[in-house]
Structures are given as structure tokens and as C-alpha cells.
């Protein structure tokens, strides 16, 4: 019934920018925190950045200064802004909501720890 769906991977010279999107589709009415995360060939999964439903934001030591993770409750979207990529941003990154309230004709459900399938995100030169 809901969905999320990321876009706007690729690939990137060191040092560029990418901006990836992350939109939930259905009849929403809240989403909690979202977050991205990463995934690099065999490395395990890593929390990037996550934003509560009043925008307070957190990120990754390894990121901070260069992310910046924002949403729009409006376009039920979440963004991330990356700048200065280094190689070791390579990998697979993920949208993440803990908790998405929708409508399922008459009656109000709830998703917990809702993943979207993934973009690529490549940095090389």
C-alpha cells in the first residue's frame, strides 16, 4: 500500500555532487524519522544521516560537513545533498522510514521500518 522510492544515484567524479531523492507513494498521513544508509561491497550496512519529522538531523562522522539530509513533509520526500564525494562513498543507498501512518480504505495502518529497494551511488574517476 505504500511505497518508497529512491532516485537521483549515478555516477560522480571525486569531488562532485549528486542529490538523491527518496519519495513514499499511498495514502499517507505521517512518516516519523527517515533516514539513508549505505551499503558498500562487502561492508556491512552504515547509518548516514536520518531527520525526525521536525527536521532535527544527525549524520555520520564520516560525512558531516558534506551531507545534508532535508525532507519535505508536503511531497512526503526525503532529500540528500552530496557534495565533495570521495570513492568511499561508493555503494548502495537506501531510504528508511521507521514509521509510515497510511490509509487502507476505512482504516489507518502503520509500516515500521520501511525500506526502499536502492540507487547506486559510484565515485571514480
Known amino acids: 500500500q505504500v511505497q518508497l522510492v529512491e532516485s537521483g544515484g549515478g555516477l560522480v567524479q571525486p569531488g562532485g555532487s549528486l542529490r538523491l531523492s527518496c519519495a513514499a507513494s499511498g495514502n499517507i498521513f505521517s512518516i516519523n524519522t527517515m533516514a539513508w544508509y549505505r551499503q558498500a561491497p562487502g561492508k556491512l550496512h552504515e547509518l548516514v544521516a536520518t531527520?525526525?519529522?521536525?527536521?532535527?538531523?544527525n549524520y555520520a562522522d564520516s560525512v558531516k560537513g558534506r551531507f545534508t539530509i532535508s525532507r519535505d513533509n508536503a511531497k512526503n520526500t526525503v532529500y540528500l545533498q552530496m557534495n565533495s564525494l570521495k570513492p568511499e562513498d561508493t555503494a548502495v543507498y537506501y531510504c528508511n522510514a521507521d514509521k509510515i501512518t497510511y490509509s487502507d480504505g476505512d482504516v489507518a495502518r502503520a509500516e515500521y521500518d520501511y525500506w526502499g529497494q536502492g540507487t547506486q551511488v559510484t565515485v571514480s574517476s
Open positions: 531527520i525526525t519529522s521536525d527536521s532535527t538531523t
